[in-house]
Nanobody
Framework: QVQLEESGGDSVQAGGALRLSCVAS????????MGWFRQAPGKEREGVAH??????LTAYDAPAKGRFRISQDGGVVYLQMNDLEPEDTAVYYC?????????????WGRGTQVTVSS
C-alpha cells in the first residue's frame, strides 16, 4: 500500500521559514525520485524540488530560487523553505516519480497548505 503523507504547512509572514515533511513508502521502485510540487489557487501544479532516492542527487525548479532545500532521511523527505514570499502560498504535495519525468504514477499525497502573508 502506497503511503504519502505531507505535513508541516502553516501560515507565516513573508521572510519566514517552514520545513515540510513527507512520509513515503510502498511505491514501486521504478520511481527513483521523490519530488515536492505545489499548486496555488487558479494555477497549474508545478515542480519545486526533487531528490534521487538511491543516490541523493537533488534538482530544483524555478520556484525554489535557491531558497529551498530538499533532503531525505530514511523514508522521510523534507523541504526546508527559507525567505518565504507571498507567491509561495500554495498546497504542497510530494510524489514519487522517475527522475527527470513529470509524475505519472498517480500517487499523490493529500497535500499541506502553506500560506505566506505580506
Amino acid at each position: 500500500q502506497v503511503q504519502l503523507e505531507e505535513s508541516g504547512g502553516d501560515s507565516v509572514q513573508a521572510g519566514g521559514a517552514l520545513r515540510l515533511s513527507c512520509v513515503a513508502s510502498g511505491y514501486p521502485g521504478r520511481y527513483n525520485c521523490m519530488g515536492w510540487f505545489r499548486q496555488a489557487p487558479g494555477k497549474e501544479r508545478e515542480g519545486v524540488a526533487h531528490i534521487g532516492t538511491d543516490h541523493g542527487l537533488t534538482a530544483y525548479d524555478a520556484p525554489a530560487k535557491g531558497r529551498f532545500r530538499i533532503s531525505q532521511d530514511g523514508g522521510v523527505v523534507y523541504l526546508q523553505m527559507n525567505d518565504l514570499e507571498p507567491e509561495d502560498t500554495a498546497v504542497y504535495y510530494c510524489a514519487p516519480h522517475r527522475c527527470g519525468v513529470w509524475p505519472d504514477s498517480g500517487y499523490w499525497g493529500r497535500g499541506t497548505q502553506v500560506t505566506v502573508s505580506s
